[in-house]
Nanobody, 128 residues
Framework: QVQLVESGGGLVQPGGSLRLSCAAS????????MGWFRQAPGKERELVAA????????????YYSNSVKGRFTVSGDNAQNTVYLQMNSLKPEDTAVYYC?????????????????WGQGTQVTVSS
């Protein structure tokens, strides 16, 4: 089993920045991909960023959806099994509950169904 705990959400003005963190514990060696999804009210959960993991400490092949490319950065901390989502130039349409997820599979990583474990979610609100 893998446990995921997110932190870092909050209220920010348009154009501002936030950094989300996702700390993984448990059977972390089994993790192949980590993803950040978001879900706004009345909308489907969508992938915004993901990153592959090799062994305990190598993070590679970041992926971004078109809606966040150039504004968001996903990265991994080698020592703490933590994945970050740095969000810059935030827009009101980025408002959503953000979830981190972990996958143990080597196949697709762009669908919510590709992920085995989920965090509890953290609210991000972009408003003036």
């Amino acid at each position: 089993q893998v446990q995921l705990v997110e932190s870092g959400g909050g209220l920010v003005q348009p154009g501002g920045s936030l950094r989300l963190s996702c700390a993984a514990s448990g059977r972390t060696l089994s993790i192949v991909s980590m993803g950040w999804f978001r879900q706004a009210p009345g909308k489907e959960r969508e992938l915004v960023a993901a990153i592959r993991k090799s062994g305990e400490s190598i993070w590679y092949m970041p992926y971004y959806s078109n809606s966040v490319k150039g504004r968001f950065t996903v990265s991994g901390d080698n020592a703490q099994n933590t994945v970050y989502l740095q969000m810059n130039s935030l827009k009101p349409e980025d408002t959503a509950v953000y979830y981190c997820a972990a996958s143990e599979g080597w196949g697709n990583f762009r669908r919510a169904t590709d992920y085995n474990y989920w965090g509890q979610g953290t609210q991000v609100t972009v408003s003036s």
